[in-house]
């Protein structure tokens, strides 16, 4: 089952940093943070993920905090293209991916 | 970049009817997965695939439901008797060998279930 937190919805200006954040207290040290993505009723798009260490790749940022109970995804520059649901999930390497309601991103003109 | 395929992408069906939603998962991986979403609600897990067994299922997962790897490349989920709230969207996904850094899953397009 979903162990996180995340806003319901969100607004970005395009050009922007979006910073969507993820609170996930109750996470256990073996268990990692996974952002993805789904673009209208589109499958899920994988973004980013990470254990303790800020990681970043060519599509976006992950900054988890030093107890690991909250996390952030940026977007560095959104484009209206990023308009998505975000869905942070906590889990274990191994085990099954489990979706929670994720922040609807609007990103704006 | 590799992708998932999944077919067809929309299938209208007759309540009680059986239908066979196909997936080609991406060639080198081994372990497969359907998903499904319900209009307006979360993506959820239906059971995972490996070896040429079910490695895991949800509740949802019931004896209506089956899947099968027939070939080397294709992945089915078959439903014997749909229902009128078997309608959604149905992912498949698959991931490679594994590995605590590998875990990504990839996604198909998803095929659109309607049941009358």
């Known amino acids: 089952d979903a162990k996180t937190t995340q806003p319901p919805s969100m607004d970005c200006a395009e050009g922007r940093a979006a910073n969507l954040p993820c609170n996930h207290s109750?996470?256990?040290?073996?268990?990692?943070v996974y952002w993805y993505r789904q673009i209208h009723s589109q499958g899920p798009q994988y973004i980013i993920h990470?254990?303790?260490n800020n990681e970043t790749n060519e599509m976006a940022s992950l900054i988890i905090t030093e107890d690991r109970k909250s996390s952030t995804l940026i977007l560095p520059h959104a484009t209206l293209r990023d308009t998505a649901v975000y869905y942070c999930i906590v889990r274990v390497a191994g085990n099954q991916f489990y979706f929670g309601t994720g922040t609807s991103l609007t990103v704006i003109p | 970049e590799p992708e998932v395929t999944q077919t067809p992408s929309h299938q209208v069906t007759q309540m009680g009817q059986e239908v066979i939603l196909r997936c080609v998962p991406i060639?080198?991986?081994?372990?497969f997965y359907w998903y499904r979403q319900i209009l307006g609600q979360k993506v959820e897990f239906l059971v995972s695939f490996y070896n040429n067994e079910i490695s895991e299922k949800s509740e949802i997962f019931d004896d209506q439901f089956s899947v099968e790897r027939p070939d080397g490349s294709n992945f089915t989920l078959k439903i014997r008797s749909t229902k009128l709230e078997d309608s959604a969207m149905y992912f498949c996904?698959?991931?490679?060998?594994?590995?605590?850094?590998?875990?990504?899953?990839?996604f198909g397009s998803g095929t659109q279930l309607s049941v009358l």
């Open positions: 996904a698959s991931k490679s060998s594994g590995g605590v850094t590998n875990e990504k899953l990839f």
């Open positions: 109750t996470i256990s040290g073996n268990e990692y």
């Open positions: 990470g254990l303790k």
């Open positions: 060639s080198n991986h081994l372990y």
